[in-house]
């Protein structure tokens, strides 16, 4: 199992309301990520514990350029945000060094999924054996 891990606390409670539905990586993540593939969405510090938060379905993967980034796929990595310069700012402090609008992304859309509840599944079970 894959996960998708946010350093930032700060992500943990938009994840969790369902207002982040995206993350975007600098390079090409491409051969990592694909449509259909279930990850876990974690959060916490590299090399530290992590909390998994749920498990979810990657939608759709996209590589293109930092610049060419829509005001869609920007409001998806961060609702507070709008321009694909809001983007290269945050990916250039996370990564430590400058992005510039040429630079290759990775934008992962992902859905989380829904665990039925324990009750309902043996119910369904139940149903199904008569």
């Known amino acids: 199992m894959f996960a998708l891990n946010f350093y930032s ?3 943990a409670d938009m994840l969790r309301k369902g207002r982040k539905t995206a ?7 491409s051969g990592k990520y694909q449509s259909g ?4 969405i974690t959060v916490g510090r590299r090399f530290g514990p992590r909390q998994r938060l ?4 990657i939608d759709e993967v996209i ?3 930092v610049g060419s980034l829509t005001t869609r796929e920007v409001e998806k990595e ?8 809001e983007v290269m700012t945050l ?26 509840p324990k009750a309902e599944m043996e119910d369904l079970f139940e149903r199904w054996l008569v």
């Open 9 to 11: 606390e700060l992500y």
């Open 23 to 29: 993350t975007i990586r600098l390079g090409d993540k």
């Open 37 to 40: 593939q279930l990850v876990w």
């Open 54 to 57: 749920f498990t979810a379905i």
């Open 63 to 65: 590589v293109k350029q």
């Open 78 to 85: 961060n609702p507070e945000f709008r321009l694909p310069e």
């Open 91 to 116: 990916l250039s402090r996370v990564y430590d060094r400058v992005v510039t609008p040429l630079d290759t992304v990775t934008i992962v859309s992902f859905s989380p999924v829904r665990e039925e």
